[in-house]
């Protein structure tokens, strides 16, 4: 496996970066509490969700935890703020924060896409047809029009929230800090995220910037930022912007074969059906989405943050061949009989082959996305374990099976928005 790190940032401190940016994930599939009042909803879901959420990540951030062993102790000092999103949506957590410390080193933790979560799907991730102004979050209005793609600035505007507990926003956890911090006493603030975090983070980072005066107004914090396999937030003129407010101080990390940070560019996404060529031959599903991808994104010129950036060299990893008695067989049949009523309703002819190689073409997706950072980055293979096994956790804070009513419903959804790719907030 070929390794090529970026060169302004050393290895160890990306995957400090990545392993304090992934913890904040740990709340994705986890269904939002029942309530006896009303059935299927908590009487303050988001509360709970944060709670469970906040145990999770003090277990792996604990002083004897093989993580804590392999990057140093660090401990949560804010959040984390989880947010849900308006009925439908609301089932599942959309977009989630937290801060954690080590000395005068802060790092924000921004978390990706929820799997099960439709409005990280439907809108944070695809809604990229339009494009917002960054004028509203700059401290000078832009000379050229710098703009995000809508689905980005609904996930910065949830991220810039008050917490509904607390009252409190990331900004405000800031102003507070650096109020009580002594004259001359710099601090560190780096944020990070992967996938949607990966696209996020960079955003926040400069949203953070371009008001630096109004919570840091002695100028005592250097803002940072490490991005894992994210998405194009912006067009050509936000990414230049970006470059001169915080490029130096901003490495990008992406995977030659991870399909995401392949989006929203239309000479990257031609490239996504031919990417696991050796393994997957393409087939007109995958075109299908690609074409669709690039419909959505032409003539809106986006480009990555620290785009000149080279990948890390991927290598195709095994697909596991499930035997059919398995609960992975179980959710593949689930997801096979979606595909097939929604394209039966969109009078699309594929056969079970092209719907197979889709599906193997998704985990082969979902590898690259995920756990082959964690080789690319070098993690030790007991440290990997440790972060993604749910057993590591103490019982009564493991995850809960996957629903298999939403996995229907993020398939048919994701379908549906194909044919109709017009949404709403």
């Known amino acids: 496996m070929v390794t090529t790190t970026a060169p302004n940032l050393a290895l160890f401190e990306k995957q400090k970066a990545w392993a304090l940016g992934w913890i904040i994930n740990l709340i994705a599939g986890e269904l939002v509490p029942p309530s006896d009042d009303e059935p299927g909803i908590s009487p303050n879901p988001a509360q709970e969700l944060e709670d469970l959420l906040a145990q999770r990540i003090d277990f792996y951030l604990g002083q004897d935890s093989k993580l804590t062993q392999f990057i140093g102790g660090w401990k949560r000092v804010w959040g984390p703020f989880v947010y849900l999103a308006r009925p439908p949506f609301n089932k599942y957590a959309t977009n989630a924060i937290y801060v954690a410390q080590q000395g005068n080193k802060y790092v924000v933790g921004v978390a990706g896409t929820n799997p099960k979560s439709l409005q990280n799907w439907l809108i944070e991730d695809l809604y990229v047809s339009v494009l917002a102004d960054w004028a509203e979050y700059a401290d000078i209005k832009p000379d050229f029009p710098a703009k995000i793609s809508m689905g980005t600035k609904i996930g910065l505007d949830n991220l810039l929230r008050p917490h509904p507990g607390s009252s409190t926003t990331i900004v405000d956890f800031f102003k507070n800090l650096l109020a009580e911090t002594q004259a001359g006493e710099k601090i560190e603030i780096l944020v990070t995220g992967a996938s949607l975090g990966g696209a996020l983070s960079p955003v926040l980072a400069l949203a953070l910037h371009e008001k630096k005066s109004t919570w840091d107004p ?60 050796a393994q997957i031959p393409s087939n007109p599903l995958i075109e299908k989405f690609v074409k669709i991808g690039q419909l959505l994104s032409v003539g809106r010129y986006y480009t990555h943050v620290e785009r000149l950036t080279p990948a890390l060299e991927g290598t195709l990893r095994p697909i596991e061949q499930t035997p059919e008695t398995s609960s992975k067989q179980v959710e593949l049949d689930v997801q096979l009989s979606a595909l097939k009523s929604a394209l039966a309703t969109e009078n699309v002819s594929v056969s079970d082959i092209d719907i197979k190689g889709l599906l193997q073409f998704l985990a082969q997706a979902k590898q690259q996305h995920i756990d082959a950072y964690f080789d690319l980055l070098e993690f030790p293979s007991e440290v990997t374990k440790f972060i993604i096994n749910s057993e590591q956790l103490p019982p009564d804070l493991r995850f809960q099976e996957a629903d298999q009513e939403a996995i229907e419903s993020v398939v048919s959804k994701l379908l549906e928005y194909s044919a109709n790719p017009d949404v709403d907030e």
């Open 218 to 277: 002695k100028n005592q914090a250097t803002l940072k930022v490490v991005t894992f396999a994210g998405p194009t937030p912006g067009n050509y003129y936000f990414a230049e912007r970006y470059r001169l407010k915080l490029g130096n101080n901003t490495t990008r990390v992406w995977n030659s074969l991870d399909i995401v940070p392949h989006a929203w560019k239309p000479e990257l996404l031609s490239q996504i059906p031919s990417l696991y060529e």
